[in-house]
């Protein structure tokens, strides 16, 4: 069949790179073993498909894609490649390719170095399905080598995210190290200093965007296609909105440590990705200069679930975010009645789901009890400023939620260090039996001892953030003086001094302090 003219023949070239800036020496390489080889059979070339820095484990790859084009609309019926790996490496999409699609569509297909022919019965073409599996696997391996590259160097605090987080950008010196990026990081410190005096996500982002601060997705260029006027905001600065404010307030990298692995990819041939448990991100302390202090950092996670703006709020209230229900631990929604004109509060809980009798109303007139709220604050300071009662009292912040979580993070890396430290005594005992040699043993317990010393790094390092998140005798002083000596207090000084209140059925009032409440 050499020289039939009947076949018009597509030439595909595919290799994977991460530089697109020029060709490789390898597709030149495709590209003359190609050539020649039609030369030498006298195939009628009609077309080049070159996709140069593709993976082979999907087929979203531009110039394939033609060539599937130029299948369908008769332009090509004959596909030449180096070997099987060119065409594809996800063996049940080659198999696809090979086995159906080509013989339905009567495309002769032809991998030079593999000796398969699709219009030719050889042995060759028997084990094709074998070959695309082999190719498979290989790309399934490469894949966990450049994983596990990875994270080896997250852990070492290399920063190998293509993109900087908002503040910082990659230092010209060494492309693994962020150094601050002070326009942006000026916008850091302003969102971090609204949120110390109490404001929302949702105030915050309408702060930025009512003085026309440039979003991040502005700086990377990204496309804004919001319904809002010209005369509202320059579509060039774009509009903050409260997911960036919260994903900025709770971003770790902002006090210098390097936060990588909050996603990883369902499998290697698939792009999409999904969200990790926060456990599993890989955290390696101090790796770069930081824009907010640790301790600033820290308190402001305290404050954060007070903050949260309850959707279809128009009002704002003292207390917003501060009620819960003492029965059934759900958040006190505030509302307003229009026709009364009053506030009340209700179980969130209930009223979500009241067909069900899960909890009870807990209805208040919000007036009322933001009154007697401030005023049994206003007892419980004026007592703790009695000086026989302020040094034995007053005593560490409550950080409850935020410190539970820690020490569980704390707990689960100090048993990944006990089970890491039985496995190197095991395979010491390996090497002492002549299970293993020498250079195995070092290799793994060199690998399993960067582990374990990571571990403790990031074990100080959740100790110091629980240590941290306690305030002053001088910090509670300032509030509570601050507190009395104004008519109105602020919302930033009323959530400095209450953790939570707790609201029960029969109107009784529990108010969870920031410090200790002993009287």
């Avoid at 000796?115 to 070959?131: C, L, S, Y």
Wanted: charged share 30%.
């Amino acid at each position: 069949m050499n020289g039939d003219s009947s076949f018009n023949v597509g030439l595909y070239i595919r290799l994977s790179r991460d530089d697109l800036t020029h060709e490789s020496d390898s597709i030149v390489s495709q590209r003359s073993l190609l050539n020649q080889y039609v030369k030498e059979n006298n195939y009628n070339v009609i077309e080049e498909y070159v996709d140069d820095g593709f993976t082979g484990t999907n087929f979203e790859r531009p110039a394939f894609k033609r060539m599937i084009k130029d299948i369908e609309i008769g332009k090509i019926n004959m596909i030449i490649t180096k070997d099987m790996s060119r065409l594809g490496r996800d063996y049940i999409g080659t198999g696809e390719l090979i086995e159906k699609y080509f013989p339905n569509n009567n495309i002769r297909y032809i991998a030079i170095n593999d000796g398969i022919d699709t219009f030719i019965d050889n042995t060759n073409n028997d084990i094709a399905p074998f070959k695309a599996i082999m190719n498979d696997m290989y790309a399934k391996d490469i894949s966990k080598k450049v994983k596990s590259s990875l994270h080896s160097r997250m852990k070492d605090g290399l920063y190998v995210s293509g993109r900087c987080p908002f503040g910082y950008m990659k230092d010209p010196n060494n492309k693994n190290h962020l150094i601050i990026n002070e326009e942006q990081a000026e916008v850091v410190r302003l969102i971090f200093a609204l949120a110390l005096q109490g404001k929302t996500y949702h105030y915050i982002a309408q702060t930025l965007t009512k003085r026309k601060i440039k979003t991040p997705a502005s700086y990377y260029n990204y496309v804004w296609n919001s319904k809002c006027s010209s005369k509202c905001i320059s579509q060039e600065l774009g509009v903050w909105v409260d997911t960036t404010i919260k994903a900025i307030l709770t971003n770790q990298i902002y006090v210098g440590d390097s936060v990588q692995g909050k996603t990883k990819k369902i499998n290697y041939k698939l792009k999409k990705t999904i969200k990790n448990n926060p456990n599993d991100y890989i955290i390696a302390p101090n790796t770069h200069e930081a824009i907010i202090d640790r301790d600033t950092f820290n308190y402001v996670q305290t404050l954060l679930p007070k903050n949260v703006k309850r959707p279809g709020k128009k009002r704002f209230y003292l207390l917003d975010g501060l009620l819960y229900c003492a029965d059934c631990k759900h958040r006190i929604t505030i509302r307003y009645q229009n026709k009364t004109g009053r506030s009340y509060t209700t179980c969130n809980y209930y009223r979500t789901y009241s067909k069900y009798h899960v909890c009870t109303t807990h209805t208040n007139n919000y007036e009322t009890l933001e009154k007697v709220i401030l005023d049994n604050i206003k007892d419980v300071c004026e007592k703790y400023l009695d000086k026989n009662k302020i040094k034995d009292s007053i005593g560490n912040i409550k950080f409850e939620d935020n410190t539970i979580n820690v020490k569980k993070q704390i707990e689960n890396l100090e048993f990944t260090n006990n089970k890491l430290t039985e496995n190197l005594d095991k395979i010491y005992m390996d090497m002492l039996k002549d299970i293993i040699d020498e250079s195995q043993y070092l290799r793994i317990s060199e690998n399993i001892k960067k582990e374990i010393d990571y571990n403790k790094k990031n074990i100080d390092l959740k100790n110091k953030q629980i240590d941290s998140n306690r305030l002053d005798n001088k910090k509670i002083e300032k509030y509570i003086n601050k507190f009395l000596s104004i008519e109105n207090p602020t919302r930033e000084l009323i959530i400095n001094l209450v953790e939570k209140i707790y609201i029960y059925q029969d109107k009784m009032i529990d108010i969870i302090f920031t410090f200790k409440n002993t009287t």
